[in-house]
């Protein structure tokens, strides 16, 4: 078992910068990926960006390549996503994902947080 704890939400105006934190515990030796997704109302939750736990590879979404940023602290279990450039449409609550295992490299995300809530304003 996994237990994660977002958080770092908040309200910001558009062109402002919010970090999300991750905290990992329990099973965290054996996490292949973690992962940050989000979800508005009435839509599909969709993915943000990711990072492979062993050699840090990072993948995003189009849609954040050059504004977020996710890194993680192998010590601390903990994985962030640095957001810059905010735009209104980036509001959504953002879920922390973490993958124990995979299939053909593909995160398998089995354990999730509660969510953190990010509003920005225009």
């Known amino acids: 078992q996994v237990q994660l704890v977002e958080s770092g939400g908040g309200l910001v105006q558009a062109g402002g910068s919010l970090r999300l934190s991750c905290a990992a515990s329990?099973?965290?030796?054996?996490?292949?990926?973690m992962g940050w997704f989000r979800q508005v109302p009435g839509q599909e939750r969709e993915f943000v960006a990711s990072i492979r736990w062993s050699s840090g590879g990072t993948y995003y979404a189009d849609s954040v390549k050059g504004r977020f940023t996710i890194s993680r602290d192998n010590a601390k279990n903990t994985v962030y996503l640095q957001m810059n450039s905010l735009k209104p449409e980036d509001t959504a609550v953002y879920y922390c994902?973490?993958?124990?295992?995979?299939?053909?490299?593909?995160?398998?995300?089995?354990?999730w947080g509660q969510g953190t809530q990010v509003t920005v304003s225009s």
């Open positions: 994902a973490a993958a124990l295992t995979h299939v053909a490299g593909r995160p398998n995300y089995g354990y």
């Open positions: 329990g099973r965290t030796l054996s996490t292949y990926a």
